[in-house]
């Protein structure tokens, strides 16, 4: 029975399907949202036959070569922390099937993105650049002007949104998943550990912003 259960979900997929497939579905969002949207900004015409357009055009490349190395960097630090969380509390989970879980979770970062590049085409065909970057769906960014606020605010307002708070969920059923025991401390885990360092960052990142 337990081996079928896991074989049913996706944090005991094959993790390097499940990261290759992650791969290519981000790269297809990014390479719609900066065909369909980003480049058809008046910003982005005006300079792609400048210097700077350039510029733009290698960052646009190099955001896709680094799609994998993100990923895995992210991933490794995730689980890291989310393994010492379970070893600390006596869970008998391992890096590699935290290393399952986070890939399973990450997922649900792609919803955001395509809602996203549905919101530039469909409700606002026609926006600014700099639009682009300041939305984020249901973050707390939609309750502040993104051009009066201090920008060292604007990513975490962008970071902290119903989609992070899914992710937390998500973390939790897939420890779950694998150590079956009280859910409750299973969410003492991630809150002690991913959560925290979660919040930890985005206070570093607002107090070292200039």
Not at 4 to 28: G, H, P, Q, Y
Not at 127 to 133: A, L, T
Not at 136 to 146: K, R
Request: a positive charge; proline letters at 3%.
């Amino acid at each position: 029975m337990q081996t079928n259960r896991e074989t049913k979900s996706i944090f005991a997929a094959d993790k390097r399907l499940l990261f290759v497939l992650l791969c290519l579905l981000t790269v297809f969002l990014l390479y719609v949202k900066k065909s369909f949207i980003e480049n058809e900004t008046a910003a982005f015409e005006f300079l792609q036959d400048r210097p700077e357009g350039m510029v733009l055009k290698v960052l646009s490349t190099l955001q896709f070569i680094s799609i994998p190395l993100v990923y895995l960097w992210k991933f490794t630090v995730i689980a890291f922390v989310i393994w010492v969380g379970c070893f600390m509390f006596g869970y008998r989970v391992t890096y590699a099937q935290c290393w399952g879980v986070v890939i399973g979770a990450e997922f649900i970062f792609l919803v955001p993105e395509l809602l996203k590049i549905l919101y530039f085409i469909f409700i606002v065909p026609d926006p600014r650049y700099s639009d682009i970057g300041a939305f984020y769906p249901l973050s707390l960014m939609h309750f502040f002007d993104y051009y009066s606020i201090d920008k060292k605010w604007a990513y975490p307002l962008r970071a902290l949104n119903a989609f992070e708070i899914i992710y937390w969920f998500l973390l939790v059923a897939g420890i779950h998943h694998y150590a079956r025991k009280e859910k409750r401390t299973v969410w003492f885990i991630v809150a002690a550990s991913y959560v925290l360092i979660f919040f930890m960052w985005l206070l570093f990142y607002v107090i070292v912003y200039k």
